[in-house]
Nanobody
Framework: QVQLVESGGGLVQAGGSLRLSCAAS????????MGWFRQAPGEERERVAT????????YYADSVKGRFTISSGNAKNTVYLQMDSLKPEDTAVYYC???????????WGKGSLVTVSS
């Protein structure tokens, strides 16, 4: 069983930056993937960025490439999302997730609200 705790959300002006953090505890595997999804009001959940637990391979949604950076801590139980050049359309609840692969994200945090004002 894996538990995820998110932090770092808040209100920021367009063009500003935020860093989200996620700490994982419980049973994990070296092959696990961790990352971030988001859901804006009235919209479907979107995959934002993920990183492979062991190999460090990353994935970014086209909408955030060049602006967001995902990274993991040395202990392999934390993941961060550095968000730069934020836009109002980035406003959403951001969820930390973990699982065996990108296609199977089994564990989810409670979410952290990011609001970007124009």
């Amino acid at each position: 069983q894996v538990q995820l705790v998110e932090s770092g959300g808040g209100l920021v002006q367009a063009g500003g930056s935020l860093r989200l953090s996620c700490a994982a505890s419980g049973r994990t595997f070296s092959s696990y993937t961790m990352g971030w999804f988001r859901q804006a009001p009235g919209e479907e959940r979107e995959r934002v960025a993920t990183i492979n637990w062991s190999g460090g391979s990353t994935y970014y949604a086209d909408s955030v490439k060049g602006r967001f950076t995902i990274s993991s801590g040395n202990a392999k139980n934390t993941v961060y999302l550095q968000m730069d050049s934020l836009k109002p359309e980035d406003t959403a609840v951001y969820y930390c997730a973990a699982g065996p692969s990108l296609a199977r994200m089994t564990y989810w945090g409670k979410g952290s609200l990011v609001t970007v004002s124009s």
